[in-house]
C-alpha cells in the first residue's frame, strides 16, 4: 500500500513537505494570482531525495479548486 503525507508548519499555506512511502521527500510552494488565490505548486528536490523532479523534470503542478476553495485536482507526472 502506497501513501502520501503532505505537512506545513506555515499559516499562509505557502510552503509544504512532501512525503511518500517510496521514501521521496519534495519540497513544495505556493503559487498565488494577484488576487491571492492558489493557481499552482512548486516542486523542487533540495535535499535530492525528490526523484520525481530529476525523473520527469517535474517542478510545478497546475490545481485546479472547488468553489469553497478546496483543491479539485492537480497536474503531476
Not at 505537512?7 to 510552503?15: C, I, N, V
Not at 528536490?45 to 523534470?57: K, Y
Amino acid at each position: 500500500m502506497d501513501y502520501v503525507y503532505i505537512e506545513t508548519y506555515d499559516d499562509t499555506y505557502s510552503y509544504f513537505y512532501y512525503y511518500d512511502s517510496n521514501d521521496e521527500i519534495c519540497y513544495l510552494e505556493s503559487d498565488f494570482d494577484d488576487e491571492g488565490n492558489l493557481v499552482g505548486i512548486n516542486v523542487s528536490d533540495p535535499w535530492t531525495l525528490c526523484p520525481t523532479v530529476a525523473n520527469f523534470d517535474f517542478t510545478y503542478m497546475e490545481v485546479t479548486l472547488n468553489d469553497d476553495g478546496t483543491l479539485k485536482s492537480y497536474t503531476g507526472p
